[in-house]
């Protein structure tokens, strides 16, 4: 392990773990290239596992809601955090709460990154009401303040450059998953049932997959599991009473995720257009091709970014139902053979072009392209 490694300090605003793993997951991935530590504004850490220390702004107590209200007025304190480890290097996830990266990396003299989610982009066009238009103003100063802007899908970098992002400084980073823990299961155990996974919402689109579950049950007979919480909840459970083939999972955690994944003959992300926000990436997408499942996802956002159309799964007109339902009706009905056919080429494509390994691999190449030198 080289001893002089350089430091980097992983910034963001609200952190919690799970679900968030993918703020930590490079750093541990390259834990003998870097020394890094993790600064949060307001951190909920319920894993440890980690290997990463996490250094939280906002005192504990008072439940998660409350401590993220009061985070607002800890940004001070996450910025002295960040100097005292004095970093070679600041990189900041998400552009909304980023005064504090900004500011220590001014301090220290030290390149920033910003990692860009599609959040943050999107509070940066809309910037409507009082909120937004505070995140807005951060975003666009970690748009003038960062050496790099990393976008997770060619499709979130466009909008960056709309939103007001140097074009010479945006690079596409596909955030990558973890290969060695989303692995194929047994295919023998593999079940004619279809799985959503994600929030209860109309942006993630589980009133059209239920919609087409109910016009494919009689020709194409199969479970629906819809796996999440959210405020479209009751009403999906409204418009899928007396479907007996409809299951509500609730929320579970990334094992549980990975253990229905493996069972299912397929994975729809239906994500759509909602309020002017789009789907960035899409990770789960390559979670389920990862554990060799095809996926079926909407033409939307940076969500046919990670998918291979045709080989791997199908991408289909956004909002188009009929077309949602005769993609998921072919992966249902497809001979045995042929479905274990794409879910190799499925699995395939993310080890070899959306892992988190490789990705690593290019974040460890763009740190050491600013501090010139190899990491």
Do not use: N
């Not at 504090?100 to 959040?119: D, E, I, Q, S």
């Not at 209860?200 to 689109?205: D, V």
């Not at 998921?328 to 390994?357: I, K």
């Amino acid at each position: 392990m080289p001893a002089d490694r350089p430091r980097v300090a992983i910034t963001t605003g609200a952190l919690r773990v799970p679900p968030t793993y993918f703020v930590l997951q490079h750093a541990q991935r390259l834990a003998d290239r870097i020394d890094a530590e993790v600064f949060a504004r307001v951190a909920e850490v319920r894993d440890d596992s980690l290997g990463v220390p996490v250094h939280d702004a906002t005192p504990a107590g008072g439940g998660w809601a409350r401590r993220t209200r009061r985070s607002l007025l800890r940004g001070t304190v996450q910025r002295r955090a960040i100097e005292a480890f004095a970093p070679a290097l600041v990189h900041q996830h998400f552009g909304t709460w980023a005064a504090p990266a900004v500011a220590a990396a001014r301090h220290g003299g030290v390149p920033l990154v910003t990692t860009l989610h599609g959040y943050d982009v999107f509070a940066a066009l809309s910037a409507s009401g009082l909120g937004d238009r505070t995140r807005a103003r951060s975003v666009r100063a970690a748009f003038g303040a960062s050496a790099r802007l990393l976008a997770v899908s060619s499709f979130l970098a466009e909008r960056a450059i709309a939103a007001g992002a140097p074009a010479e400084r945006v690079q596409v980073h596909y955030q990558g998953i973890d290969t060695d823990f989303f692995t194929p299961g047994d295919d023998a155990a593999r079940e004619p049932f279809v799985v959503f996974v994600g929030a209860l919402a109309p942006r993630k689109g589980p009133q059209d997959l239920i919609r087409a579950s109910l016009g494919l049950a009689a020709s194409a007979p199969h479970r629906l599991v819809l796996v999440g919480a959210g405020p479209s909840e009751a009403a999906l459970r409204e418009l899928s009473s007396g479907a007996g083939h409809i299951d509500f999972a609730g929320s579970l955690d990334r094992t549980a995720v990975r253990g229905l994944i493996r069972r299912a003959r397929v994975l729809v992300l239906p994500t759509q257009r909602h309020e002017g926000w789009q789907e960035a990436a899409g990770l789960v997408l390559l979670e389920a091709q990862s554990c060799g499942t095809p996926v079926v996802t909407y033409r939307s956002g940076g969500a046919p970014e990670m998918i291979d159309d045709g080989r791997t799964g199908y991408v289909v007109p956004e909002r188009d139902q009929d077309a949602l339902g005769d993609a998921v009706g072919r992966l249902l009905r497809m001979p045995d053979a042929e479905h274990r056919e794409m879910a190799r080429t499925a699995r395939r494509f993310v080890v070899e072009q959306r892992s988190l390994a490789s990705s690593a691999q290019e974040l460890a190449a763009h740190y050491g392209e600013l501090l010139g030198r190899t990491i």
